[in-house]
């Protein structure tokens, strides 16, 4: 599993997430360019890396059969969550603006590659068999 962090800016994005999706065997990313598509512009008032990019990464995923998975839930559960984990969290606002940001950003990716969004509403997922 690869964890992403934020790239340094004087990185390409576009460029490092490549190299990565080249790379042999199986990989899952907990975050990837998609977060910068959500974060960019609500954070920065602009994302480091473009809709082409992106969909050509979604491609590179699909060569690979690879699936894209949204996890979600109302922004109200999620700051909860954050609360009781983290003992802080963003406000309800900001929740929900990277909620609807994520749900956007998904379902424009969803036209061109698999996505699989599940709740977590009832805080448990389904059975994968």
Do not use: N
């Amino acid at each position: 599993m690869i964890h992403s962090p934020r790239t340094p800016d004087h990185l390409d994005l576009a460029t490092r997430y490549r190299e990565i999706l080249d790379r042999a065997g199986r990989i899952l990313f907990d975050r990837c360019f998609v977060s910068e598509l959500v974060y960019g512009p609500l954070h920065r008032g602009r994302s480091r890396i473009t809709w082409s990019d992106a969909l050509d990464l979604a491609e590179r995923v699909i060569d690979r059969a690879g699936l894209f998975v949204h996890l979600t839930t109302a922004p109200p559960v999620i700051r909860r969550r954050l609360l009781d984990r983290d003992g802080e969290a963003a406000g309800l606002e900001e929740v929900t603006a990277l909620v609807t940001a994520y749900q956007r950003v998904f379902s424009t990716l969803a036209d061109y590659t698999k996505v699989l969004t599940l709740d977590a509403t009832a805080g448990e997922l389904p059975s994968a068999g």
